[in-house]
């Protein structure tokens, strides 16, 4: 695909050097040359220096015959601009990176795609639901959802107490029906379990299982359940606030945040509790009640500051703690550290934007923050190639492992003598080089 990208911000240089692996023909668009030039040195993209909504800069860039324009500039009136731009001047698919809601709303989508606008992305208001969605759990790192919830896939830090540690594959004792383990993240290294493998206390679990069986991957992984009912946030950025609108009524926040004419803002616009200060001094935590919460969320827009905080909560005992990590090479260093659960922007919005890049089965691509690594849900097609045998006899690559199957609306695990049936959505779980392998597959 020949794919033009306006914005080398944070997910737009991030999505770039993704798609830069799967020989497209990318074009990264923006006004700063400092910004093109350490872009273009780390990927094999083309870099061009130009206006997002100038008409010579878009058809320099060969925007008319552009099978994807993707809008990921600080500015939403910028994107949205762009992406009308674009489309009439020819390019087939446009997404637009905004932060209003009100965008997102069904009736107003038929009015956007007129204007030229086919899909929107907002990835603090995903961030925010994410934040939600592990607060929720509290037991768990990683959430992801696939057949509106019919699977489920969890990732797990399982400690000494874990009934499935040191179990190797081959013995049997996975052979069940109620959870499945596609990938297991040990340091810095991803594997996807063979008979020979096993799970060693510290590791990071993938589980995918319905949604129902949460309660058993829950015990199997010996971890506790406790109610999330204070909360104190760090930084008042859109993603905080997001989050306090997706959060139930019952629970009492506190937002943290230095900038004070920040905290005025956020005063006049939000019902809860906002404190002028730095959410790494300790004095401070402990004076506004660190010691008596339950989750502690830092979300400023500095991902040390976040990491540092979380850390210092940690130290007060904090059960769950969540931290806005926006660089990728800190993830694996922050995990080892064991601060808790981490979410990144640009992970999420790629997810979305992966997806455009794939042909019409693959209906969700999920990025995971702790692996290298994406899930996958497609729909099988009658004649597909993964219809034709068992799972045990596909031949699938080492970096590829099918988790589970949505047949008929429920969900349920795979195992070797599970045969894909056409219209089922199967959920496959692949390192991020494997996701191209699995389109043979699904021919027919």
Same mark, same amino acid.
């Given at each position: ?17 993704? &798609? ?8 990264? &668009? ?51 601009? #762009?992406?009308?731009?674009?489309? $009439? ?27 030229? %606008? ?64 596609? #990938? ?6 991803? %594997?996807?379990?063979?008979? =020979? ?6 590791? &990071? ?22 109610? !999330?009912?204070? %909360? ?69 827009? =500095? ?20 931290? =806005? ?36 089965? #693959? ?20 004649? =597909? ?29 795979? $195992?070797?003598?599970?045969? %894909? ?6 959920? !496959? ?16």
């Amino acid at each position: 695909m020949k794919i033009i990208i306006a914005g080398a911000g944070a997910v737009g240089c991030h999505v770039a050097k993704m &798609l830069s692996h799967e020989q497209h023909d990318i074009v990264l &668009l923006d006004m700063d040359e400092d910004k093109l030039q350490d872009i273009g040195s780390q990927c094999d993209i083309m870099t061009e220096v130009g206006s997002a909504t100038s008409f010579a800069d878009l058809l320099s860039c060969g925007v008319g015959s552009a099978d994807l324009f993707i809008a990921v500039t600080s500015f939403e009136s910028v994107n949205m601009t #762009a992406c009308m731009l674009a489309k $009439n001047l020819g390019a087939k698919k446009t997404l637009a990176r905004i932060d209003n809601y009100e965008y997102l709303q069904p009736k107003n989508k038929e009015f956007l795609n007129k204007l030229g %606008i086919d899909s929107l992305i907002y990835p603090e208001m995903l961030a925010a639901t994410e934040i939600v969605q592990i607060l929720r759990r509290s037991w768990i790192r990683e959430y992801r959802t696939f057949g509106d919830g019919a699977l489920v896939l969890v990732c797990v830090k399982v400690r000494n107490n874990s009934e499935i540690i040191d179990k190797e594959f081959k013995t049997g004792f996975f052979n069940h029906d109620r959870f499945r383990i596609v #990938a297991v993240k040990r340091h810095t290294h991803t %594997i996807i379990p063979g008979g =020979d493998d096993q799970i060693l206390a510290n590791d &990071l679990v993938y589980f995918i299982c319905p949604k129902e069986n949460l309660e058993v991957v829950r015990r199997a992984a010996g971890k506790s359940v406790f109610d !999330i009912k204070n %909360i104190m946030i760090m930084g008042g950025s859109r993603i905080a606030v997001k989050t306090l609108q997706y959060l139930p009524d019952d629970v009492n926040v506190k937002i943290i945040e230095k900038d004070r004419e920040r905290c005025y803002e956020l005063t006049e616009k939000l019902d809860v509790l906002v404190i002028h200060g730095d959410g790494r001094n300790i004095d401070l935590l402990r004076e506004e009640g660190i010691e008596d919460t339950d989750a502690f969320i830092a979300v400023t827009d =500095d991902s040390e500051t976040n990491v540092l905080a979380c850390l210092a909560a940690k130290r007060f005992g904090i059960k769950k703690s969540v931290a =806005d990590v926006e660089n990728l090479d800190y993830i694996d260093l922050v995990d080892n550290v064991d601060i808790g659960t981490l979410i990144n922007k640009k992970l999420i919005a790629a997810s979305h934007i992966y997806q455009l890049t794939l042909d019409d089965d #693959a209906l969700d691509v999920q990025c995971l923050t702790f692996s290298d690594a994406e899930v996958v849900e497609f729909v099988v097609q009658p004649g =597909d190639r993964i219809t034709r045998a068992k799972v045990r006899d596909l031949n699938l690559p080492e970096n590829i492992n099918i988790g589970g199957v949505i047949r008929n609306g429920k969900g349920f695990v795979v $195992n070797g003598n599970t045969l %894909i049936q056409p219209n089922d959505h199967v959920v !496959i779980f692949c390192m991020a080089a494997g996701v191209r392998k699995l389109a043979k597959y699904f021919n027919r």
